[in-house]
């Protein structure tokens, strides 16, 4: 069966310092990947996405970064870390438009992380 | 402008009730509807997915329903009970390779005993 970890769960950071959050995915080859950001009173907003590894597409310009060095590997980066930047950021999967699925095209959330910018 | 709202925002209703929450949206072009359950703090958990091919999907005591034409789908949550009490969100795929969804903004449901 497919997982998807997300780490770390909770994290402090001061304004100004950078930030590294991992995801990775078992069980499944070549998935899309995504990364949302859900904002307090706010729904979810999508920031980046993946179809394969070193393609990465940016919903929306910010402070933040993405890469996937590998096929299940997605990483959520920012050299300086702002205010705004706080929030709940969620790791997800799903198997490619056009892939073999029982499920058609479900998305597969992560646990989250929650980052706090002081 | 793809967009998807839910109404209400909040919900409480008496353990035992059945209840309807709505989500709309604005392009009918739509790849598939998503319903998510998020408890407090919590990833998103999938709880049915209906093809735009489809106008319901069942599991269990839920029941999503598809109507492209209105822009509207609902989720009906059968005999509800306190364990059901999360934020529900809808979520529109609008195809393509990427597979991205448009989130709605969620109904917090509370299912008092």
């Known amino acids: 069966s497919q997982t998807i970890h997300q780490w770390p769960a909770t994290l402090v950071q001061p304004v100004g310092s950078p930030l590294s959050l991992e995801c990775t995915v078992e069980g499944t080859s070549n998935p899309n990947l995504y990364w949302y950001r859900q904002a307090a009173g706010r729904g979810l907003q999508l920031l980046f996405y993946s179809v394969g590894i070193g393609q990465i597409s940016s919903e929306v310009p910010q402070n933040l970064s993405a890469s996937r060095p590998q096929d299940r590997q997605f990483i959520l980066s920012s050299k300086k870390l702002l205010l705004s930047d706080s929030g709940f950021y969620l790791c997800?999967?799903?198997?490619?438009?056009?892939?073999?699925?029982?499920?058609?095209?479900?998305?597969?959330f992560g646990e989250g992380s929650w980052l706090t910018v002081v | 402008k793809q967009e998807v709202t839910q109404i209400p925002a909040a919900l409480s209703v008496p353990e035992g009730e059945n209840l309807v929450l709505n989500c709309s949206f604005t392009d009918s072009a739509i790849y598939n509807l998503q319903w998510f359950r998020q408890d407090p703090g919590k990833g998103l958990t999938s709880l049915l997915l209906?093809?735009?091919?489809?106008r319901e999907q069942t599991s269990g005591r839920l029941n999503a329903s598809l109507d492209k034409s209105s822009g509207r789908s609902t989720l009906y949550i059968a005999a509800s009970q306190p364990g059901d009490s999360a934020t529900y969100l809808c979520a529109g795929t609008y195809g393509g390779a990427t597979n991205k969804l448009i989130f709605g903004t969620g109904t917090l449901l509370a299912v008092q005993p």
């Open positions: 209906i093809q735009s091919s489809q």
């Open positions: 997800a999967w799903s198997v490619p438009t056009g892939g073999i699925s029982l499920s058609g095209n479900t998305i597969y």
